[in-house]
């Protein structure tokens, strides 16, 4: 029992600088041994746990240009924007709908006070509750270091189990999406063992409608494989086609064979495949009936 | 009967006494004890569930200027850190610090340093050369010969007891004869119920600070509900005299029944400390408590006959119990679940075999209900199955069997028997039946769609206490002090424990209302064992009915001096006196009941008495209650089964308690809407699993997987309902009884047989996750897979 999460049991130096630019210098000076700290929430666990062991902490919670919104074309969101106030800005965002569900579904309230969802993107789990839904906006993140700013399509981010393309000399400050069309809705589908927990598996879908045919059905999976995932074969069934209970099956049915998910973790691999066709349907249904349009 | 209303203190919704230090944070847990000089603690812990140590090496941590000790400096004295039976009935198997694991998470070393980082940096160091055993993790398997011998013998009081097959004890109970009972019934229903290995979750881990005294004598506080045994053991193993032993009640922040035991963490501190001659505080990590300790989970065979009538003519329960690596309690706990077994349903032939197995998980031990809402919940189910197929109405089939008014009650095991005084089964279930609108019931076969709800009901009980008419192998006694203060407030000491749900404030709601005088005016003094008379523990639901009669003799004894204090004062037979507390003062007065005069005050009496040198008004005793009536509770619950997904929700609940008077209601309110908590986590969700390669927790040991409900996850509030049934039990204070454990002994049950009535399905194992029930769902559908 090497574990002692009462304490962080290894000595680590805190930094809490002023700019971004200082916490870019202080990265690019101890690379690997630097961890960036936002809320915590993902790597305090990870130290006590004795999962990461970094001997510079850096706290980015003081910088107010990671907190910010703009609307427009283009939807930018501060990577320091904590959960709650996230899920504030788009309360009443139909469009957005499931990344609202899908923060609504996270920690309670403590969690959702610091977690951010700049630290909820980078930590890198398959199972982000943020990512599925941003994966339906086709999201970009804005990647800044010392030397280069670069803005990678969400679905690039993410490359392995807990792993992501960012250097140790990068942060996040920006995820942003492409304003969604009129006649769009979304949800967001979790199965988790408790009502506040770490989730089983999840589902987002994102609908554009165009009366009674589907213009768009935008799928994407959490702890569905072992990074965030669309599911572009079952989102093709859909495209473009008028609504029926048979597509809708259809689709459900593909999305199931489409996930890769671990033989691990909180639940069985077949209880996910027939959970992901399940909870499809079900967001999608929301999502439709939110879309508008002649029914 | 007293009524309700004549109450002055008794059954008033008050504000908590330690209300304000708990939601400000002031509250003193032992974790926030700090000492001058105070050193802190970390223990080596096996990383096998079985294996021994071949060497270990210190040299590395003492380099670092830290406090060591191992297996081999501790005393050579097997404990058993359960205090509560009688030594002749006390198993004991383990050490201070072990040379042979038992299970993952066992200590062989600890040190003590000036910081915890660097206690833990000084553990790791320590090189240990282990012989790694085979394990064994299943009770069947362990059984079996030629297993791996968790033990080889072990210590029955003073005598050695060899371990056969790992079986720690067994029991085996009956009255009349099984096979003529059996053979007198019209059918025969035989069913297996199995309910999972469930951690306790209490809020604060076992903690401990312990400091050496310059006389040889230590200090100690700890995360208990036992002070008294905690410093018997202590004085034991260390060979302290008692004198020099003290323990200090501290607050403790949430029980279940973990610290019932003087946690195993208090003896490595106090060896620590005595070798240091400094404090040394250890508080355990999550981890390290969720390989301290679980409940006891159960494998239960119950057979039933009974005739077309629907009377039972006789009873067998066979139960196997894991109880992991440590025998801490499982001799009375197949006492009890005999006890639970037979007072549930009248049985005039019954037979009780129960088998306690080693293995090499973590030591099961009491949590909230003691094997009684397993036993439950495989009695409960049963009796649902029985009355489903011999289409009888479940609750009439209830009500003709139950053991109740009038009848032997052994709730406690074969030892403890009573009669039963006060009884609201039939109340409970007749009002409840109408809140829940059972007669609405309609049969799972009816039922369409995706979401599918269904009703069930369960009963229950626990008994308030060990006591009985002759001592048995349980100690169950009390000591309180109630004094009077010279202006008219009063102290109460006493060294009862409040795992957190109230049952202190309910001590001083006894005071007041024995001695007349405002709530406002009772205190409750810090307690510790030099300065209190022996308690033998806050468990078993005997807080208030236990604890709570020492309190109201040890307050009528103070009382009746106090009133011959005043009747020298005003000239009055003290027997002529009466009390009351009168809201405009906030004294008691006391008072000649017809007159207007010769009123007095009880702070003016006191007052009187100091000056003129009559004493102290002081009342002192030791009390043994001589029953421990049972608690009855019913549970009605309603569930919504999602088909297509296995979740199943708990949608509304009732849960009704018959705890005599309520002496805290809306305290006694919560600890019914705690229980059902728990009871639908002990249901649906909650278990440890262990991985059978490594004997280690799949969860890790923390709360990140592993789970329990919260408030998120219970029915709506307007849905969940509590009363209390309108009883009175003479032999309590003021008419009350126990409620604690009774909460959620029917509630698993409740649970199984509401998703009987929503989809049709039995289950019979404990938890009933989403995965299993779509499974069950699929195979009724006969969907292929
Ligand atoms: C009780 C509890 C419940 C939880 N429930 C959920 C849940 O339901 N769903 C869910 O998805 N998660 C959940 N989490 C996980 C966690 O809250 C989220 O992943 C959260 O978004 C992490 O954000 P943070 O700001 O706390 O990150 P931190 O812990 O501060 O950081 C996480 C990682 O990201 C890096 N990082 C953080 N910000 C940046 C940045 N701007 N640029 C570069 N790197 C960065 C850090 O170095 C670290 O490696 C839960 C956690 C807890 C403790």
Redesign the pocket.
């Known amino acids: 029992m090497k574990m002692n999460t009462r304490i962080i049991s290894h000595e680590f130096d805190y930094h809490a600088p002023d700019t971004i630019r200082e916490v870019l210098e202080m990265l690019d000076q101890h690379g690997s041994d630097a ?11 990870q130290m006590k746990m004795g999962k990461r062991t970094p001997s510079h902490v850096v706290d ?1 919670r003081k910088l107010k240009d ?1 907190r910010y919104y703009v609307e427009g074309a283009v939807i930018k969101i501060g ?2 924007n904590n959960f709650r106030s996230v899920m504030e800005h788009f309360a009443n965002n139909v469009p957005c709908r499931g990344l609202y569900e899908a923060i609504y ?3 309670k309230t403590q ?1 959702l006070n ?3 969802i ?3 993107l ?2 890198g ?1 398959p ?3 943020t990512a599925p839904p941003l994966l339906t906006y086709n999201a970009r993140v804005k990647l800044l270091s010392l030397k280069s700013e670069r803005l990678i399509d969400l679905k690039d981010l993410h490359v392995g189990y807990n792993k992501t393309v ?1 250097e140790e000399n990068e ?2 400050t920006e995820i942003q999406f492409d304003a969604l069309p009129k006649n769009t809705a979304g949800a967001f589908e979790k199965k988790a063992r408790v009502g ?3 989730s089983k598996i999840t589902c987002a879908v994102t609908v554009t409608r165009d009366n009674d045919v589907c213009r768009n059905c935008n799928i994407a999976l959490g702890a569905a494989a072992p990074v965030p995932m669309r599911a572009p074969v079952a989102e093709s069934i859909m495209k473009g086609r008028p609504f029926s209970d048979q597509l809708l099956e259809d689709t459900a049915l593909q999305v199931g064979r489409e996930i890769n998910p671990p033989a691990y973790g909180r639940t069985s691999v077949e209880y996910r495949r027939e959970m992901v066709a399940v909870m499809f349907k079900d967001g999608f249904k929301r999502a439709w009936e939110q879309a508008g349009g002649d029914k | 009967m007293m009524e309700k209303n004549k109450f002055n203190a008794v059954s008033k919704i008050t504000r908590r006494k330690d209300g304000m230090a708990k939601v400000t944070g002031k509250e003193t847990y032992s974790s926030d004890v700090r000492l001058p000089h105070m050193l802190y603690a970390r223990v080596l812990r096996s990383p096998y569930p079985h294996a021994r140590i071949k060497s270990i090496d210190t040299s590395e941590a003492e380099k670092m200027g830290v406090v060591c000790i191992t297996y081999k400096d501790t005393p050579d004295f097997k404990y058993n850190e359960r205090q509560v039976s009688i030594p002749e009935k006390t198993y004991r198997d383990r050490n201070v610090l072990s040379e042979k694991a038992h299970h993952v998470g066992e200590g062989f070393a600890a040190v003590a340093a000036k910081t915890e980082a660097l206690a833990e940096k000084a553990v790791r160091s320590i090189k240990v050369d282990y012989e790694v055993l085979p394990g064994v993790f299943d009770p069947y398997e362990a059984m079996k010969p030629g297993a791996p011998k968790v033990y080889d013998e072990i210590l029955l009081g003073e005598n050695v007891l060899p371990i056969e097959n790992n079986i720690a004890c067994k029991r085996q109970v009956s009255e009349g004869d099984v096979e003529k009972g059996f053979a007198e019934a019209d059918f025969i229903f035989e069913h297996e119920f199995k309910t999972g290995r469930v951690y306790h979750a209490q809020m604060e881990t076992k903690s401990v600070v312990c400091r050496p005294e310059p006389d040889g004598g230590i200090t100690v506080w700890p995360t208990t509900q036992s002070i008294h045994n905690t410093r018997q053991l202590l004085g034991a193993i260390f060979d302290i005299p008692l004198n020099k032993v003290n323990v200090h009640r501290v607050a403790i922040g949430g029980a279940f029944g973990s610290s019932i035991q003087m946690n195993t963490c208090i003896p490595i501190s106090v060896a620590l400390a005595l070798k240091a001659q400094k404090p040394v505080k250890l508080s355990l990590t999550r981890e390290e408590d969720m390989y301290d300790h679980c409940k006891y989970p159960s494998i239960i065979h119950l057979k039933y006959g009974l005739k077309k009538d629907g009377t039972i003519t006789a009873g067998e329960m066979k139960t196997v119990v894991d109880i992991g690596g440590h025998n801490i309690q499982a001799y009375p706990l197949l006492g009890c679940m005999s006890g639970w077994f037979v007072s549930l349903y009248r049985m005039p032939h019954l037979n009780f075999e129960g088998t306690a197995v080693y293995t090499n998980k973590a030591p099961g031990c009491a949590m909230q209900g003691y094997g009684n809402p397993q036993v439950s919940f495989a009695v409960e189910s049963m009796i649902d199955m029985i009355a489903e197929k011999m289409g009888m109405d479940a609750i009439q089939l209830r009500l003709k069997n139950y053991v109740g008014l009038g009848e032997t009650f052994w709730g406690q095991g074969p030892t403890v028997r009573s009669i039963i005084r006060s009884c609201g089964v039939e109340e409970m279930l007749l009002k409840g039946k109408d809140m829940i609108e059972w007669d609405e019931r309609i049969k799972p076969e009816m039922k369409t769609g995706r979401y599918r709800r269904g009703v069930g009901v369960a009963r229950g009980f626990h008994t308030s206490g060990t006591g009985a008419p002759t001592p048995g192998e349980v100690i169950d006694y009390s000591t309180a002090m109630v004094k009077v203060n010279e202006d008219g407030s009063v102290d109460v000491s006493t060294a009862l424990m409040c795992h957190g749900g109230g049952t202190l404030e309910a001590i001083a709601k006894i005071a007041a209302e024995e001695l007349g005088v405002p709530i406002d005016k009772v205190g409750i003094s810090p307690s510790d064992t030099r300065n209190t008379g022996y308690d033998v523990c806050t468990h078993a639901t005997r807080g208030i009915y236990c604890g709570g009669a020492s309190v109201q003799r040890a307050a009528k004894k103070a009382k009746e001096r106090l009133l011959e204090f005043a009747s020298r004062l005003i000239d009055v037979n003290p027997e002529a006196l009466k009390i009351y507390p009168e809201e405009g003062t906030g004294q008691g007065i006391i008072y000649l009941p017809g007159t207007l005069q010769k009123n007095i005050s009880v702070g003016e009496v006191a007052k009187m008495a100091q000056l003129k040198g009559w004493g102290t008004a002081i009342g002192v005793i030791s009390h043994r209650q001589v029953n421990c009536p049972p608690c009855f509770v019913t549970n009605f619950i309603e569930v919504e089964v999602d088909t297509w997904t296995g979740e199943i929700k708990t949608t509304r609940a009732v849960a009704a308690v018959d705890c005599g008077t309520p002496v805290n209601p809306d305290l006694a309110a919560g600890q019914l809407e705690g229980g059902l908590c728990r009871g639908i986590g002990l249901a649906l969700l909650e278990d440890t699993e262990y991985d059978t390669e490594s004997g280690e927790l799949t969860c890790g040991g923390t709360f990140v997987d592993y789970k329990f409900y919260t408030p998120v996850d219970m029915p709506p509030v307007e849905h969940v309902r509590t009363f209390f049934a309108t009883t009175y039990e003479p032999t309590g204070p003021f008419g009350a009884k126990g409620v604690g454990e009774a909460a959620n002994n029917a509630t698993a049950a409740a649970v199984a047989n509401a998703i009987y009535n929503a989809v049709g399905i039995r289950f019979a194992e404990a938890p009933m996750t989403p995965e299993v029930v779509l499974a069950a769902l699929q195979k009724q559908a006969g969907v292929e897979k």
């Open positions: 961890k960036i700290i936002a809320g915590g929430t993902d790597l305090i666990t980015i990671l990577a320091g579904s996270i920690g969690v610091m977690g951010t700049g630290g909820n980078s930590n789990s199972k982000a509750d960012m942060i996040m506040s927990d770490i």
